[in-house]
């Protein structure tokens, strides 16, 4: 199926950051390289990320900062951030994961590398939000509802695309049940708001909160 070139803008920094994921798994099973020697190409994936979502920037008409929005708009999109975190770090049942994750663990010889920590959160908090959201909620769910979807209104997505969307959005995180809820607070952010910056913002928090909790408990596991 041939993609549009705005549907290609969205596409391409989310293929990236899947491409590398791809390659680090390559590197620990096929070339047995160590965890903390992947963990070096994350900086290297996001700034790919983040160059190409530089690049296509004038495209995304959905970032644009919205006039109509309400304080009631964000504090719900906070709210919501901190809930999905919450659901987060307890939805951890065996049958609520699918496979393993090698996490990313920044320690060198016992001691924390904060550079490693630095790249890590300015990656899940400033980068992948906006990725994600892109692909995920502005691409892909309005997509499925219609393909001309620029010029669909989130408030008018199907059940169909929604729950697709969700679902993916499950099977793409190891804890799949807790990424399927998240996924549903999401697509219905920015279908209540109109606003892509509503899940931005939720995601975003969502991944802060988490980091902090990750770095304070040494819970790599769950990066």
């Given at each position: 199926m041939m993609f549009e070139q705005h549907s290609w803008h969205r596409i391409a920094p989310f293929g990236a950051y899947v491409l590398f994921m791809l390659l680090e798994d390559a590197l620990l099973v096929l070339l047995d390289w160590d965890a903390n020697e992947v963990r070096l190409l994350y900086a290297v994936k996001i700034t790919v990320v983040a160059s190409l979502l530089w690049w296509f920037r004038s495209t995304y008409r959905e970032l644009q900062w919205p006039a109509g929005s309400t304080m009631r708009?964000?504090?719900?999109?906070?709210?919501?951030?901190?809930?999905?975190?919450?659901?987060?770090?307890?939805?951890?049942?065996?049958?609520?994961?699918m496979g393993g994750s090698v996490g990313f663990d920044p320690r060198e010889n016992g001691e924390i590398d904060w550079s490693f920590v630095a790249i890590r959160l300015i990656g899940a908090v400033l980068v992948v939000p906006v990725m994600e959201e892109?692909?995920?909620?502005?691409?892909?769910?309005?997509?499925?509802?219609?393909?001309n979807f620029l010029a669909v209104n989130?408030?008018?997505?199907?059940?169909?695309?929604?729950?697709?969307?969700a679902s993916l959005f499950a099977v793409a995180h190891n804890l799949?049940?807790?990424?399927?809820?998240?996924?549903?607070?999401?697509?219905?952010?920015?279908?209540?708001?109109?606003?892509?910056?509503?899940?931005?913002?939720?995601?975003?928090?969502?991944?802060?909160?988490?980091?902090?909790?990750?770095?304070?408990?040494?819970?790599?596991?769950?990066?």
């Open positions: 708009t964000w504090i719900v999109a906070i709210a919501a951030g901190i809930t999905v975190f919450i659901v987060w770090i307890n939805l951890t049942a065996d049958w609520m994961m892109l692909f995920w909620r502005s691409f892909l769910m309005r997509w499925l509802h219609r393909p989130p408030s008018q997505v199907g059940i169909k695309a929604f729950l697709i969307t799949w049940f807790a990424g399927l809820l998240a996924g549903v607070v999401y697509n219905l952010l920015y279908m209540r708001s109109g606003i892509l910056w509503s899940p931005i913002l939720a995601h975003a928090i969502t991944n802060a909160i988490l980091g902090i909790w990750i770095i304070a408990t040494n819970n790599w596991d769950f990066w």
